[in-house]
């Protein structure tokens, strides 16, 4: 499923396409204007290390991913994050789809 919005990040104007991970987590990858992917904002988590529910996005916003949170915020495709968890000396957002 593809969203609507469009995301702006580092000067680029990208495309959120909605998916499942083979754990049944959801992903959001971002293509660009040409159609090919450009940046993965989403992680998969194994269950046995953080519940999320169905309409719930694990989001990645650390090294090359550094600022998509708020511009997924701001374009619509998320709400806030409702939870946060380190994760090999990271921290991971959990955030429901809109």
Known sequence: MIKTQTVNFNGEELTPVIGQYANGQTSIQLNDSDGMAYMTASVAIEHEMV?????????????????????LFYAGIIEEPHRAFSYNFVTLYVCKLR
């Open 51 to 71: 519940q999320v529910g169905p309409d719930d996005v694990i989001i990645k916003n650390y090294s090359e991913n550094e600022g998509i949170l708020p511009e």
